[in-house]
Structure formats: C-alpha cells, structure tokens
C-alpha cells in the first residue's frame, strides 16, 4: 500500500526513528522499508514531519499480524490519535459507529475513540465530544521526549502542532526567560524548561494550569517552572521587562494582547505570534499590529521569520512570526 514516508540515508535510519517516534509522527501499523542504501519510515501525517526530512511516496507492507480499520471497513478512515485516545470527525451516525467499532477492533493501541461534536469555542477553548467507545477523555500524550497528561474535554490540545512546537522550542537557550501567554497544558513550557530555561505559563483556565502544573512534575521540571490561572493581562505587572522569550498562541486573537507583551518583554525579547490570516497577505496584518504595538515603546522591530503553520481553512492560513524586539 502506497504511503507517506520518511527517506533517509540508512547510517541516519535509527536517529531518524527516534525523532519521528518521540513527535508520535511514525505510523507503527506499516513496515520499515530498505531500498537501494536507503530507509523509508512511514508516518502518519506528513504535513507534521520537519521540513529537514524529505518525504516521498512508497508502496510499504503492513505489519504482520496487525488488523487496520481498512481492513475491518473496506475503506481507510481520517483519524488521529492523542496518546491512547483515538480522534475521527465525523457527521454521519452509522458511519460514525462503523469507524469507532473497526478503531477498537484492530491492532490500533486505542483505549478511546472520541467524535468532534462541536468546534473549539469559549474563552477556554475547549470543544465537546461524543465518546464512542470507552469512558474517558484523559489520557498521556508523548511529543519530543516530553510527556503531557491532558484531558481534552476540559482543555485545548492539538497534536498537530507538535513540529511546530517542536521548532520554537529547538530555539530556547539554557537559562533564559520563558514565558508563554496562553499555555495550556504546558506543551510550550514544559520542553522549555527541560532545555534549561525559567518559565512562566499564564491560561485563564484553572483546569489547564492544574494540568500544567502535574506536567511540570511528571517531566521534572517543577523548580523551573511557574504557572498561574488567570488573565494574562492582569498577571503581567508582576513581570515587567522580565521576558528573553514570549509565545502567544491564540491566533484568532492574539492581536488584542500586544500590548501585555510590550509589557512583559524585556530589553531583548523574541516573540512568536501566531495568526490566521487570508493566504494573500496572511503575515502583513500580524506584524502590522506588532510594530504600532511595540515600536512606540521605543523598541525596534527586526521580523526573522515568516513561518506558514498549516493551512487553517479555504483561504485561510496559520502563521508564525518571530519577531525580535530590542529597546
């Protein structure tokens, strides 16, 4: 069967493993191919894979003895998975069953098949589900070596956006000043902290710190990092200038909160802004508002990278800008 896969040379083959296990990208229900001096590892979303590995197109075998929903349907269903929780969108009831019976019949390591019932909504950007099969919602998810217990019918968590994460993270440096505006869980604060920096994680929503706060602990990290329920915008006077490192990750409205990061950066700040912008100028409108936001507070404006997440929607992108600030 022809999937997405992974080509590296074959020396690179076990650290490429590595990698593509711990950001949960590896498809396990396929074979490992060897062709030509070369290694094929299949994956599960090839939109996730780091733009350093290249991507091709292989006819790969599945794995003995393991029974894939295809197998069971007749037809390959759209799902993802979040640690042992199994995610589908679907609409149609009989449809819907169908999957989640064939999900919880197969090899698939899934103790969960969740629906989407409704889109992200609310200022806790947490969506409803109907559970199919299973009774919980909480489970551990595993990204880059990190470990996230999470519980997705009271906090967002998208397993999408761990390259992306992964990518910002790669850029901390040990001892520096991290602090994420809308944090979560903690998948941004958490593998900060294992790289050695101090981080500050702000969500309005007391479920989510309470997590992030476990999470600090299950990943070691507890000393190094602080979190604290509530409005980001009233926590930032007890951090003025403190921030070498922001994150704002609410794209719909990070705009809003510009000036809370002014606030909080400190003589030299890099700040990642994410925004979902129409594809014909999806950054302009982002760095528009960063520069009528901080350069009248005497800082300059340097943008490094213009950075396209995923696509968002027709039309629609999700972006990132790094932007360094210095006064």
Not at 48 to 54: F, H, S
Not at 237 to 261: C, G
Request: with cysteine; net charge negative; proline share 6%.
């Amino acid at each position: 069967m022809e999937r997405p896969c992974v080509r590296v040379a074959r020396e690179d083959g076990e650290a490429t493993r590595q990698r593509l296990a711990e950001a949960e990208l590896l498809d396990h229900d396929y074979d490992i191919v060897h062709a030509d001096g070369e290694l094929y590892l299949p994956v599960v979303d090839p939109d996730g894979v780091p733009a350093d590995l290249p991507v091709a197109t292989r006819d790969v075998p599945p794995r003995e003895s393991q029974t894939l929903p295809v197998d069971i349907l007749g037809f390959e269903p759209t799902y993802e998975r979040l640690g042992e929780i199994v995610i589908i969108d679907e609409d149609d009831a009989e449809r819907t069953s169908a999957i989640a019976d064939a999900i919880m019949d197969s090899s698939i390591p899934a103790e969960t098949v969740l629906n989407r019932a409704s889109k992200v909504k609310g200022e806790q950007r947490v969506r409803e589900w109907d559970v199919l099969a299973g009774d919980g919602t909480e489970t551990v998810h595993r990204e880059y070596g990190s470990e996230f217990l999470v519980d997705v019918a009271d906090v967002y968590f998208s397993p999408r956006l761990a390259t992306e994460r992964h990518r910002v993270v790669e850029q901390v440096e040990s001892g520096e000043h991290f602090f994420d505006m809308f944090a979560g869980v903690g998948p941004f604060v958490i593998p900060a902290a294992r790289r050695g920096a101090t981080a500050v994680g702000v969500d309005i929503n007391e479920t989510a710190i309470g997590y992030l706060r476990a999470n600090a602990e299950r990943n070691d990290v507890a000393e190094r990092v602080t979190a604290i329920a509530g409005d980001v915008r009233e926590v930032a006077a007890e951090y003025p200038s403190w921030a070498d490192r922001l994150v704002m990750n609410l794209p719909h409205s990070a705009d809003e909160f510009l000036e809370t990061a002014v606030e909080l950066a400190g003589e030299e700040c890099v700040l990642h802004y994410y925004d979902i912008q129409h594809e014909d100028d999806p950054h302009g409108p982002g760095e528009a508002a960063i520069r009528e936001a901080a350069e009248p507070a005497g800082y300059d404006v340097d943008v490094e990278t213009r950075h396209t997440v995923r696509s968002y929607a027709p039309h629609e992108l999700n972006v990132c800008l790094d932007v360094r600030l210095i006064r």
